[in-house]
């Protein structure tokens, strides 16, 4: 068994390993075509992780969260496309959603009038640009109870009959 590392800014990959309790080897045999030298370089910050990579990590570590982390945080693409999410509890998840389709339905009206004669007026940018960002809310929780739903599963507590995939 190799050794635990003291190492104080250890980055989410690592993290994630180590919740496991993966040597890098270890972990490397779980992931067979990541070498335990790849699983190193990514842990060190010397090389960034490829997205089969991310994949791989995410099923042996049982951390959907990586994937949200990486495309949020270093992926090009994702960095201006992709909301990072936080693992919240199921009751913080729902109340938020359900805050956020509330506030929707009281836009719905606005949203109707708004957009019914196809064109969006100088006058009304402001309030779709708000039922816009009340719709970015509800997207952001629904993205955030199907990564509950994921880590759940990955965590064996759920059946994965339920995922949303």
């Given amino acids: 068994m190799g050794k635990k590392s003291i190492k104080e800014n250890k980055n989410i990959y690592q993290i994630c390993r180590e919740k ?3 040597t890098r080897q270890r972990a490397s045999e779980g992931m067979v075509f990541i070498s335990d030298d790849r699983i190193e370089k990514i842990e060190s910050g010397k090389s960034l992780p490829h997205p089969d990579e991310i994949i ?3 099923e042996c570590y049982k951390a959907p969260e990586l994937c949200n982390y990486f495309c949020a945080r270093e992926c090009p693409i994702g960095q201006t496309h992709v909301t990072e999410l936080k693992l919240q509890n199921l ?4 109340l938020e ?3 956020s389709l509330n506030a929707m339905n009281k836009e719905k009206d606005r949203l109707i009038e ?8 100088e006058d009304e ?3 779709f640009n708000n039922i816009k960002n009340q719709l970015d809310r509800i997207s952001v929780s629904i993205e955030t109870l199907k990564l509950w739903v994921d880590k ?3 965590d064996g507590k759920l059946d994965d009959s339920i995922s949303f995939r």
């Fill in 125 to 127: 940018i402001k309030d």
């Fill in 152 to 154: 759940t599963i990955a």
């Fill in 114 to 121: 708004i957009t019914a004669d196809g064109e969006i007026t």
């Fill in 97 to 99: 959603m359900i805050a």
């Fill in 91 to 94: 009751s913080q998840i729902i």
């Fill in 20 to 22: 496991c309790d993966f």
């Fill in 56 to 58: 791989a990590m995410a």
